[in-house]
């Protein structure tokens, strides 16, 4: 499915079931990386304005982190996250922090900015003043501070690490096979390879679900979805193939759901709904693309 709008095309797969076996008491949106590209961040929400609401149910609009850094305007796109429930007509926004969000906070706390800059964090500070690499760094971090939306930096120091609806469960980067998932997703944890908001290949690899029998602890395949961004399930241009948008959807093997579309790189933003139907619980994953060009058969 493929839908276009003036100067943004909207690929779509197929709703599907999944396997979760709570209510979904809500209509949930989440969106994943943007990185700074907030025109395709502006296009995903005028899409999802556009869907009718459910009658009698929540609309709730989650972002899984990394709104910013590397693309090339951090300041709209936290602004737009700011204002997506009234964009979107939502009755909740969530805002979860991602491991930018949090290198970002622990600059503002007088931490050594070399790894935030490396990791993109230079865009924004260009997008503040072209100038910043001429002041001391006491003047970057306050016209940083200030240069941010109001209250953005107060809402990441307070938000939490994940949020669970039903089985769904949203977390920026995911889980940990090998840890305790209240441990693993404690909120105020040091950064490391394996933090929620961090972890990779142990949690992108494994296979045998994410619910824990009571008896013995051992993980197995139940019906907790993992849905998550950090790691790109995308790495080609939208604008030219969808082929790889299939692998978004890895719940069959994984129990995951990965919405990072490749915006670090390009103005694409992974998306998905959530929602119920006679009972099942479904998803449909969605990509916007801005400039994409002429469309293509």
Same mark, same amino acid.
């Given at each position: 499915?493929?839908?276009?709008?003036?100067?943004?095309?909207?690929?779509?797969?197929?709703?599907?079931?999944?396997?979760?076996?709570?209510?979904?008491?809500? $209509?949930?949106?989440?969106?994943?990386?943007?990185?700074?590209?907030?025109?395709?961040?502006?296009?995903?929400?005028?899409?999802?304005?556009?869907? +009718?609401?459910?009658?009698?149910?929540?609309?709730?609009?989650? #972002?899984?982190?990394? @709104?910013?850094?590397?693309?090339?305007?951090?300041? !709209?796109?936290?602004?737009?996250?700011?204002?997506?429930?009234?964009?979107?007509?939502? %009755?909740?926004?969530?805002?979860?922090?991602?491991?930018? $969000?949090?290198? @970002?906070? $622990?600059?503002?706390?007088?931490?050594?900015?070399?790894?935030?800059?490396?990791?993109?964090?230079?865009?924004?500070?260009?997008?503040?003043?072209?100038?910043?690499?001429?002041? +001391?760094?006491?003047?970057?971090?306050?016209?940083?501070?200030?240069?941010?939306?109001?209250? #953005?930096?107060?809402?990441?120091?307070?938000?939490?690490?994940?949020?669970?609806?039903?089985?769904?469960?949203?977390?920026?980067?995911? @889980?940990?096979?090998?840890?305790?998932?209240?441990?693993?997703?404690?909120?105020?944890?040091?950064?490391?390879?394996?933090?929620?908001?961090?972890?990779? &290949?142990?949690?992108?690899?494994?296979?045998? !679900?994410?619910?824990?029998?009571?008896? *013995?602890?051992?993980?197995?395949?139940?019906?907790?979805?993992?849905?998550?961004?950090?790691?790109?399930?995308?790495?080609?241009?939208?604008?030219?193939?969808?082929?790889?948008? +299939?692998?978004?959807?890895?719940?069959?093997?994984?129990?995951?759901?990965?919405? %990072?579309?490749?915006?670090?790189?390009?103005?694409?933003?992974?998306?998905?709904?959530?929602?119920?139907?006679?009972?099942?619980?479904?998803?449909?994953?969605?990509? *916007?693309?801005? &400039?994409?060009? +002429?469309?293509?058969?």
């Amino acid at each position: 499915m493929v839908s276009d709008n003036p100067g943004s095309r909207t690929l779509a797969l197929a709703p599907s079931d999944l396997p979760c076996t709570a209510a979904l008491a809500a $209509e949930v949106f989440a969106i994943g990386d943007v990185h700074g590209q907030a025109e395709s961040l502006r296009a995903c929400l005028h899409c999802i304005a556009a869907i +009718p609401k459910q009658p009698g149910l929540e609309r709730v609009v989650i #972002f899984l982190g990394d @709104l910013i850094d590397r693309g090339s305007d951090s300041l !709209g796109t936290i602004k737009l996250a700011l204002d997506a429930q009234a964009l979107t007509g939502a %009755d909740r926004c969530i805002i979860l922090p991602g491991n930018h $969000e949090l290198m @970002l906070l $622990e600059v503002l706390d007088g931490a050594e900015p070399q790894p935030w800059f490396r990791n993109g964090g230079k865009a924004v500070m260009q997008q503040i003043d072209a100038s910043w690499t001429e002041w +001391p760094w006491h003047e970057i971090r306050r016209r940083l501070e200030a240069g941010l939306p109001e209250g #953005f930096a107060d809402m990441m120091r307070k938000a939490p690490s994940h949020v669970q609806l039903g089985d769904l469960l949203f977390v920026h980067a995911g @889980l940990d096979p090998d840890r305790d998932d209240a441990a693993h997703l404690d909120r105020d944890r040091a950064m490391d390879d394996r933090h929620w908001a961090t972890i990779r &290949n142990e949690a992108l690899t494994w296979t045998g !679900g994410w619910d824990r029998d009571p008896d *013995t602890g051992a993980r197995f395949r139940g019906p907790t979805v993992v849905v998550h961004g950090h790691t790109p399930a995308i790495r080609s241009d939208l604008a030219e193939t969808a082929a790889e948008m +299939p692998l978004m959807d890895a719940v069959d093997e994984h129990r995951a759901i990965c919405l %990072d579309a490749g915006a670090s790189i390009r103005p694409q933003v992974g998306w998905a709904r959530f929602f119920s139907e006679a009972g099942t619980v479904k998803v449909q994953i969605f990509a *916007t693309v801005t &400039n994409p060009g +002429p469309s293509r058969p």
